[in-house]
C-alpha cells in the first residue's frame, strides 16, 4: 500500500507540473465509485478539512483507493484552476 501511495503522490507531483489533466481522466473514468459517492465524499472532505485535524485524519485513512484518488485529482485541478 505504501509503493502505491508513493506512484498516486508522485503522479500528482507530475499532473501539478504539467497542468495536464488527461491521466487523471482515465484514472477516474475506471474507479468504481458512483456519482453519488463522489459528491458525497467531497462534501465530506469539505466539511472535516475545516474541523480538527483528528476527526480528519481519521477519515483519510478509512479511505478507499479509490477515493483517495478522487480526492487527489480534486485538489490537483483545483490548484490549476487557482492559479
Excluded: P
Amino acid at each position: 500500500m505504501e509503493e502505491q501511495n508513493n506512484h498516486l503522490d508522485n503522479t500528482v507531483i507530475d499532473s501539478l507540473k504539467n497542468k495536464d489533466h488527461s491521466g487523471i481522466n482515465k484514472q477516474l473514468d475506471q474507479l468504481s465509485c458512483s456519482h453519488s459517492d463522489i459528491i458525497e465524499l467531497l462534501a465530506e472532505y469539505v466539511v472535516l478539512a475545516e474541523q480538527d485535524d483528528e476527526s480528519f485524519d481519521a477519515w483519510y485513512d478509512g479511505l478507499c483507493e479509490d477515493k483517495l484518488r478522487v480526492l487527489k485529482a480534486f485538489e490537483i485541478m483545483r490548484a490549476h484552476l487557482e492559479s
